[in-house]
């Protein structure tokens, strides 16, 4: 098959599996109204772990049946979840009624030692250099704190040839109630690995949080299992990326996002500022945003840069279902102030209510602010010296 009809084959993949999901109650944008009243105060229950799972095997075997290629494989690699680890993950599961399952996410991984069996029969080249290559990769990436060592430190992994998993916790010495997880890899050929991937975890506060500030396992994300949300802190790997529309845009034609935005635009201290905020549903959870960005006077289309930390801005918000206080977050600096909550149902966007304060640097820029956002009827401003305070319905 030539490589024009194999991308064609891609797309064609992913349009027949979105429209797919996008025929569901929950995406349908035509439907009776009682139906929508319906939905827009009960909600909607979201895509389990286990659908997630089904659909993209689905999606494997239907590109397999139209390419050739088998980009899955059946074959899974065993994870063993161990001491108060599996609890967290096990109390997650039941705050959000069996949405979110990170047990059987990790056990479902179409991971087998196959595709890395075939690459070395392939290239000729042995595991021994491969993984020693990786291995000094995600060594420099390492030291030089670039998020690409996630990247090299999971490709050695893999290249190495791994068979199951075991992760668990171990205490901080000097930290009461902190631990760190551990996880041992067992490899095909008998060997195993045990290291620490960064990850801790405060049993009083019960959040996994990355040892270097930039998220579990530099995902960009901390979690609260007491509440099952995710939090993106200040030195996650989407900073480095910007903003621009495409990113909304590459969103609504997906079936994984069901949200609303809005843009503050404005001039201040020489820069292009654009302060944006979105509600709704992010792939299985409900949730908030708000991000700051940057740019030059002048400048042409729609990109801009996250904040520097010079520019971040303090912030906190809620967001409500009627009365019903959805997700929260403490007031703090930040570039990009996110909160994704696990939950059994997801609601509407035009269903949810956004509560949030800003803390701008002064008077003006607080008030360069409340005129951009006067332009939304939705959108109601009080501002008390440099603090904005704003409810979006």
């Known amino acids: 098959m030539k490589i024009k009809e194999k991308i064609i084959s891609i797309f064609l993949s992913f349009a027949i599996v979105f429209s797919i999901f996008a025929a569901t109650p929950a995406q349908a944008k035509v439907v009776p109204l009682s139906r929508y009243f319906d939905v827009y105060t009960n909600g909607y229950k979201v895509p389990t772990t ?28 065993e994870v063993t979840f161990v001491d108060f680890i599996k609890d967290v993950y096990d109390e997650v599961y039941t705050l959000s009624n069996g949405t979110m399952d990170f047990e059987l996410f990790f056990k479902s991984l179409p991971i087998s030692p196959v595709p890395g069996e075939r690459f070395y029969e392939r290239t000729k080249l042995t595991k021994d250099e491969v993984v020693e290559y990786l291995r000094q990769k995600n060594a420099e990436a390492d030291e030089k704190g670039d998020s690409m060592a996630l990247v090299y430190f999971f490709a050695r992994l893999y290249m190495q040839l791994f068979d199951k998993a075991v992760i668990g916790a171990i205490p901080v010495e000097g930290q009461e109630g902190v631990y760190e997880l551990f996880v041992t890899v067992y490899y095909t050929d008998g060997t195993y690995d045990e290291m620490t991937p960064g990850v801790y975890y405060n049993a009083a506060e019960n959040y996994l949080y990355g040892k270097e500030g930039n998220g579990i396992f530099s995902l960009g994300y901390d979690l609260d299992a007491d509440n099952a949300t995710l939090y993106c802190v200040v030195k996650s790997w989407q ?27 404005f001039n201040y201290e020489g820069k292009e500022w654009m302060i944006q905020i979105w509600k709704g549903r992010y792939i299985i959870t409900t949730g908030c945003e708000i991000g700051i960005y940057t740019r030059d006077k002048g400048s042409l289309g729609t990109y801009y840069d996250c904040a520097s930390d010079e520019d971040m801005l303090e912030m906190t918000m809620d967001l409500y279902h009627g009365d019903d206080l959805v997700v929260n977050t403490p007031k703090q600096k930040h570039w990009w102030l996110t909160a994704f909550r696990f939950t059994p149902k997801c609601y509407l966007p035009e269903s949810l209510r956004m509560v949030a304060t800003i803390t701008f ?33």
């Not at 659908?51 to 690699?77: H, Q």
């Open 50 to 77: 286990k659908d997630f799972m089904d659909a993209l095997m689905f999606f494997g075997r239907f590109y397999e049946k139209i390419t050739g290629m088998k980009i899955f494989t059946d074959d899974k690699i």
């Open 239 to 265: 900073r480095m990326f910007g903003f621009c529309m495409f990113y909304d845009v590459f969103s609504y034609l997906t079936p994984f996002f069901d949200y609303t935005t809005r843009r503050f635009k």
């Open 361 to 393: 640097k002064d008077e003006e820029m607080a008030e360069l602010f409340v005129a951009s956002a006067s332009k939304y009827s939705d959108v109601k401003t009080y501002r008390n010296l440099t603090e904005v305070s704003f409810e979006w319905k």
